[in-house]
């Protein structure tokens, strides 16, 4: 077996050398939530980085592991906003070139941001096909730098410092919920969580409508991507082999949740927290909110594909009697759950509802959930 190219050292490395570059983020906490829950809920907030998402940690720590001589002509990396601007960022501090290859239909305030952070971008047409194109032309002609949104072991071990600080901030977890997108989060934060405590159960939430995680994790090979259809847009990249092996060795499941699910969960964080929460990071949340948090630790008893079918036969499950600690991260972008179960799961008698799926309306505008009730602005 090829010995592991991201450990719990490299992310202890990568901690000191972001030290003073990004933020040490808050953890939040909120009785409504808790109550409802039935739990002890924390959120770490990675959309207080100055960027508005974890990806600063990763980036910065990309970009000054980089010898001087080798960034003459600078960076370059194709992205669908967040981790555009965060490159460019650590670029700005670095004092070097960044040029950011990004999807024509990207959103104004992404690609306002990624110019704002100093960043060059390059529209290409909306695939993955031709972002890598794109961004490998500027390697080949400028010799920039490529520094990969998640398949990149500096990147990977940058995102894993979020482990560190959550760890040090609540030593006995026991649960970690996260988001699932091309797998970098999970895959630093997991490495370092599992070395820390190895008994920590972690369990990776994405979209139904970008499930290929999901689907890989079931099968136990890497599935093709699908084609993504989410309003969860930092959600919409693919695993890569480096990450999908990451999470095989170290997350014991991975979930799915509905669209609705997903705005419900940005609505309640804004009214109960007070932040706004783009729909990437609430998928987590929405997992809490849409099956419970015993289907999720049902879910995550082992790393069996037969998970997967554990998850589908408990969205029946209600709690009795519990104390549970969860943490919610990345703007809710890292959920970490720490659980003490002091009375027996039992059975709802019949199946939860969950309320109607689907999105009434979704424009620019904002989103409207499908009973009509509330329109909250669209993240970026």
Request: glycine residues 8%; aromatic residues 4%; proline residues 5%.
């Amino acid at each position: 077996m090829t010995p592991p190219d991201v450990t719990l050292q490299l992310i202890q490395a990568a901690r000191a050398r972001i030290d003073g570059k990004i933020r040490r983020t808050p953890i939040l906490e909120n009785a409504t939530l808790n109550a409802a829950a039935g739990a002890q809920l924390f959120f770490k907030c990675e959309n207080f980085q100055e960027v508005g998402a974890f990806k600063a940690r990763g980036a910065t720590n990309a970009v000054f592991s980089l010898a001087p001589e080798s960034l003459r002509a600078g960076v370059v990396t194709h992205s669908s906003g967040n981790h555009g601007a965060a490159l460019a960022r650590a670029a700005r501090l670095r004092g070097v070139r960044a040029q950011v290859v990004m999807p024509r239909h990207s959103s104004a305030a992404k690609l306002e941001a990624v110019r704002d952070m100093g960043g060059e971008v390059l529209l290409c047409a909306p695939t993955l096909a031709a972002r890598e194109a794109m961004a490998s032309q500027i390697v080949t002609d400028s010799g920039a730098v490529f520094i990969h949104p998640y398949d990149d072991p500096r990147v990977i071990a940058g995102q894993g410092t979020i482990a560190l600080e959550v760890l040090e901030d609540l030593p006995e977890l026991d649960w970690l919920l996260l988001p699932v997108g091309g797998g970098g989060l999970i895959s630093g934060v997991s490495v370092a969580a599992k070395a820390l405590r190895p008994a920590i159960r972690i369990v990776g939430v994405e979209p139904a409508g970008a499930d290929d995680a999901y689907r890989s994790f079931a099968s136990g090979t890497l599935a093709p991507p699908p084609q993504a259809n989410t309003i969860a847009d930092g959600l919409r990249g693919a695993l890569s082999a480096r990450t999908f092996e990451l999470i095989r060795t170290h997350v014991n499941a991975v979930v799915t949740v509905s669209e609705s699910a997903i705005v419900r969960a940005m609505r309640t964080l804004w009214e109960q927290l007070k932040i706004v929460v783009e729909a990437s990071s609430a998928v987590p949340y929405a997992a809490l909110l849409e099956v419970g948090w015993t289907c999720a630790a049902r879910a995550s008893v082992s790393c069996s594909p037969a998970v997967t079918s554990i998850w589908t036969r408990c969205r029946g499950l209600r709690h009795a009697r519990c104390e549970l600690r969860f943490l919610i991260a990345e703007g809710l972008t890292a959920h970490a759950v720490s659980a003490r179960v002091l009375g027996a799961v039992q059975r709802a008698v019949g199946s939860a509802q969950h309320g109607r799926d689907g999105i009434a309306a979704w424009d620019r505008s904002g989103y409207t959930d499908a009973d009509g009730q509330t329109t909250i602005p669209q993240p970026t």
